[in-house]
């Protein structure tokens, strides 16, 4: 009788170039070469050094020598595909080598040399098989692949190449692992380099794939080393069976996908950190020292997980103790929106201590916004407002945006006069905008505020709570004694719970009060 494959040994080499006496059904084999079986009885006799997907010859059933990897003898390679019913143990192709036949008696088919190409990338969903690309060279014989079966009891396809040239070439989205022998010569590697530039191109060739290290036994720490390099395990030759490699890889598959994803997500948090870094940097530092004014903001972008949105706002005051504040919003909700309003919100800063003010500084903000927008229908509204420095009277200046707030003691909270409100900036060439002189009182809180804050809805109908909705709401807070920071997070709170959850839009609010 056939001689077993023993479970603890070196992967064994090819033990026969035939199989078991033929029954009545057929299988096929590997490579698609018809192949002989052997009479009971026979044994290995002739080792040929190579894995099962790459022997040197096979016996056809006229006895002639067929070429490895051939059903018509052209020595085309193809992709083992086995689907019988479990037999005894044979050679190249048989029960005996990873993907071969598991069928008995004789078959036949056609090597494509590709093989089934399912782009998967590394990992295979449910339901797929694994595959495997074994890139060894041992013309003197000694590698054979022993059977392999994936936690499904799908056989585990084999792909064999036997330098890098090749293995780049069978390197394709369906290979799931792959198979080194370190003993590989590296091409071009003298004597005395590193012992393992030949996994370090691999490594560069296939990224994404698991790796596994094959290395002689009691060469442990030379398989350590290639695990430290990037292999995801290292293996003996002569300690291992089909069931143990077979695990091997589903580990060292399992292992990269848990890897890849582990390195993403570290990839991602440390972008997501860069970026509010960066976001924390654009956003306003008010410019007040010297001023008896107080200040409060409140900002919420629309972008989930963003720290900056197209609203912007800013507060200063120049040298004759003016203080400027503005508060914008540029049409849109996306990165490219955000960042122009950081622009537009700098220049304002830089045009205000330059000394513009009213409709000179508005025009020269439209033409910035027009030399950096990247589209021609991007526009954004603005609302400015210059404070004297005794704090009783400001001037104000609306382009297309909702006008401020008002509260003083005594009085309900109303809105500043919006008759004089010219065009957003970036829709009219050569358009004005009036500034309209108002008297604030000794004593008052100014809030501005972009449409983000009013154009939430009230419940679950298409009622918007508007300009009306958002007076009366912030007459409530006040009436509650709340002020600065609280009142803006108040409003901002009840807004969003008028809403039923998160607003969509941008959301700024800027707050400057003066106490007697």
Known sequence: MPVPVP?????????????????????????????????????????????AATATAMTGPDGSAVPSGSADGTGQSGQIDATGQPGGPVSVGGPGSVGGSTGTGTGTGTGTGTGTTKPTGVIAPTGTSLTLLVIEDDPGGSTAVPELRDSAGKPIRVRTARNLTEAARLLTDDVHCILLDLALPAAGRAE??????????VLELAPRHAVLALTASGDAERGAEAVRVGAQDYLFRDELDGRLLSRAIRYAVERKRSDTAERRLAEGRLRAQEN???????????????SSLHFAARYRPGRSRALLGGDFYDTVRTPDGTVHAMIG????????????????????????????????????????????????EIFAT??????????????????????????????????????NNGPALGLLPGARWPRTQVELGPEWSLMLYTDGLIEGHIGQGRERLGEDGMVEMVRRQLAAGLRGEALLRATVNEARHLNGGELTDDVAVLLLDRTG
């Open 7 to 51: 479970r603890q040994r070196a992967i064994p080499a090819v033990e026969s170039g035939q199989a078991q006496p033929a029954s009545s059904g057929t299988g096929p084999s590997k490579e698609g070469a018809p192949r002989e079986s052997a009479p009971p009885g026979s044994t290995a006799t002739e080792p040929t050094g190579r894995t």
């Open 192 to 201: 005395g380099d590193d012992e393992l530039a030949v996994l370090r191109r």
């Open 276 to 290: 509010r870094r960066l976001e924390r940097g654009l956003l306003p530092t008010p410019l007040l020292e010297g």
């Open 329 to 376: 919003d540029v049409c849109g909700h996306g990165p490219d929106e955000a960042a122009l309003g950081v622009e537009m919100r700098i220049a304002w800063r830089a045009l205000t201590l330059a000394g513009l003010c009213g409709d000179q500084l508005l025009g020269t903000l439209q033409q910035v916004l027009e030399h950096e927008r990247s589209d021609d």
């Open 382 to 419: 603005l609302c400015t407002v210059d404070i004297a420095p005794d704090g009783r009277r400001a001037g104000m200046c609306l382009a297309g945006h909702p006008a401020p707030l008002i509260a003083r003691p005594g009085r309900p909270a109303r809105l500043l006069p919006y008759e």
